[in-house]
Every structure is written in C-alpha cells, then in structure tokens.
C-alpha cells in the first residue's frame, strides 16, 4: 500500500471511530509504529486530524464539527460515530457484554446509545425503529428471535434495517442473506461440561435448562450432541426445562421436582443453564443432605455468579466482555468499509472453568 492509500485509509478510521491508536494502526495496516506515526503527522499537517502521543483524532472546527465536515451537514446528521445498543432487558447475561461495548466504545471515542427491550418481537422492532430514527451510524442488536422458530417477517426486517448491522450473541440467515454477527459456540461449551462430566465417571449428565433464546437452543443442541457421541445418551441423561423460569431462574418449587427426578433417575453429573438456575439447585440439594459435589456434581452455564457458590461451582464461562469488545471493532469495520464491507461472523469459544462442584461420583443420590 501506498503512504498514499495508506493515509487516506487511516483518515478513514479517523471519520468513522473518532479516534485512533497507532498500535492498533500498526497491528491493522501491518507497517512499522515509525510509518504510522509519520502518516499520523502528514494528516495533522493537511489540517484534518489532531495527533497526540499515542494517536490521533479527528480535529474539530471552531464550530465544535470536524474541520473537513464544518459546513457539510446542514441536515444535522451527527458528524462523529454514533452506535445504537439494544439488548434484552431481562437477561442479566448481557451486563458483562455491555462492559465490553463500553470498553471498546470508550477506546475508540464514539457515541453510544443504549436501549434495553423486552423478549416481545412487535415492541422490539418499534424500539429498534426509534432507535434508528435516531441516525445512528451502526447499530449493535441482539434480538429476539429463536433458531428452532424462524420469522422470515423478521429475518426481513432485520435484514432490511439502513445502517450497518452487528447481532450480538444472535445469528441470523435467511435465503443467502446474512448479517454480520458475534457469538459464543454455545453449542461447543456443553459439549466440554458434558466431556468433563463423563471423564470424571459419570454414567449420567442431565441438564436444566430455561432454553427460550438462541443461547439456551445452542447449549441444549450441544448437550444433545454430546451424550450421544459420548454414549451417555437415554434414560439417565434426561433435560428439564424450567418452564415457569423467569429471567433464567426457576422456583424452589420447581427445583425441588427436578431433584425428585435426578434421584429417581440416578443422575449423579447436573449442567445448569444458567447461573441462575444453578446456585439455588445447588443450596436445596445440600438442604437434603447430598454432598455436592460427592453426591451430586454440578457444572453451571455462564459464569457471571457461579464462584460464589459453596462450593465454588465450576463453569462454562463464554468470553463476554470480549464478545461485547469484538462487536464494537466488527461494527467500526462495517462502517469504516461501507456499502462493500463483506459480512463478518465471529465465533468465540468458551472456557471450562473449574472448581469445587465436580468430582468423581461416590454414590448415586438418594432422597
């Protein structure tokens, strides 16, 4: 690339994150921190960017607007990037994935707007509608729509939206089309509880999970897949979906007629999707006097509370800050390459964390 082509694709970034690093210009462009600090200058000394130690911003008129945009925007679009948010209202998954948007949002010196909407697809477009009303320049989503219960309506609607789109924790196809997207292989972090489990010895790995979100589809998908290649599969690997979960927690109520179940059964291995679910199973097991994890070993599913178990409960821990970080970079690319950016998917794989709620099994549970 050319000093050229290679300033005028920096002055690019400039305009549509604010802000640059020159790390992250050298990491990018793959040149030497020498070259992009003598590009940095070049730009500064053309008028259209302010350097600083480190990095450069886009320099502003003394109408407060970017100088090369001043008079350019009679109509009031905003001149700095601007990223819309909009993510369950419910799910406290998403808090940690916020941080990361925050993070990354906060590095790179752009706007940010932030909406929490509920599991309903008819108040979530209108939501979504007022938020793009706003013009902002990207939109980061993750909406309610479920993988086993296609809406083409709204896969249409998703797909039609005018601003550069990134699904966030959501995938979305529909005949060829796609929009960008980053996520979690919910789907590969089972499959490692459920490796976890059997290796310890366990004949038998039930999960309880609430399963009403692509995340909850995904884990139950992998479970499925995982006893069967496993050959721990049949009577003594069933699921329970709690139903009447709320927010990814269940009553005691019903957590007592899962535990009737695991003792009937025989099930000694327990995958709890989420947390939520996970440490008030964990409490009423040892309220009946099992041993976890000699009686009953429990591996919980996202991580947000689970170290704070007694015991300590190991996890499935997906990379959410990370994934709220790479979701924010995905969109600046978007916009930074405009109507010919290709579609991007990240696939981000979790970690098992381990701790005190898994060993090998002693004895079957007994009520």
């Not at 549509?16 to 590009?39: C, F, H, K, Y």
């Not at 010196?109 to 009303?133: T, Y």
């Not at 196809?173 to 997207?181: F, H, I, K, P, Q």
């Not at 109520?253 to 009937?264: F, H, K, P, R, T």
């Amino acid at each position: 690339m050319l000093a050229l082509q290679r300033q005028a694709h920096i002055l690019n970034l400039v305009r549509s994150r604010g802000m640059v690093r020159t790390a992250e210009l050298v990491a990018e462009l793959g040149v030497s921190s020498m070259t992009i600090r003598r590009d940095l200058e070049a730009l500064a000394e053309q008028g259209v960017i302010d350097k600083f130690h480190g990095g450069g911003a886009l320099r502003t008129s003394a109408t407060g607007l970017p100088a090369d945009t001043a008079s350019a925007a009679p109509d009031g679009r905003a001149p700095h990037p601007h990223v819309a948010i909009v993510v369950p209202a419910d799910d406290y998954y998403f808090s940690s994935i916020v941080a990361g948007i925050r993070e990354a949002l906060d590095d790179a010196a752009v706007r940010r707007s932030l909406a929490r909407s509920a599991r309903a697809p008819n108040d979530e477009r209108k939501l979504v509608d007022e938020m793009v009303g706003a013009d902002p320049t990207g939109l980061l989503l993750s909406p309610s729509i479920e993988l086993d219960r296609p809406d083409p309506d709204y896969a249409d609607w998703l797909l039609g939206l005018p601003v550069p789109v990134v699904l966030v924790e959501r995938e979305v196809t529909d005949a060829g089309r796609a929009l960008s997207c980053v996520r979690s292989d919910h789907e590969w972090g089972c499959e490692q509880a459920v490796r976890h489990l059997t290796e310890l010895g366990h004949r038998g790995v039930a999960l309880v999970t609430h399963g009403r979100s692509q995340s909850g589809t995904r884990v139950i998908n992998g479970w499925r897949a995982a006893v069967e290649r496993l050959g721990v599969a049949g009577r003594r690997s069933p699921m329970y979906i709690a139903a009447d979960a709320t927010a990814g927690w269940a009553t005691d109520e019903g957590i007592e007629a899962i535990l009737d179940q695991l003792a009937e059964s025989g099930v000694t291995g327990l995958i709890c999707h989420s947390d939520q679910i996970a440490l008030p199973l964990a409490r009423r097991a040892r309220l009946r006097g099992w041993s976890v994890p000699d009686d009953l070993s429990i591996v919980a599913y996202d991580d947000e509370s689970a170290e704070m178990a007694d015991p300590p409960l190991t996890a499935v821990s997906p990379p959410k800050a990370w994934i709220g970080r790479t979701a924010v970079r995905t969109l600046l690319e978007l916009i930074a390459d405009g109507d010919d950016a290709p579609v991007r998917r990240v696939v981000a794989q979790p970690r098992l964390v381990l701790r005190g709620s898994t060993a090998a099994p002693r004895t079957a549970s007994s009520g």
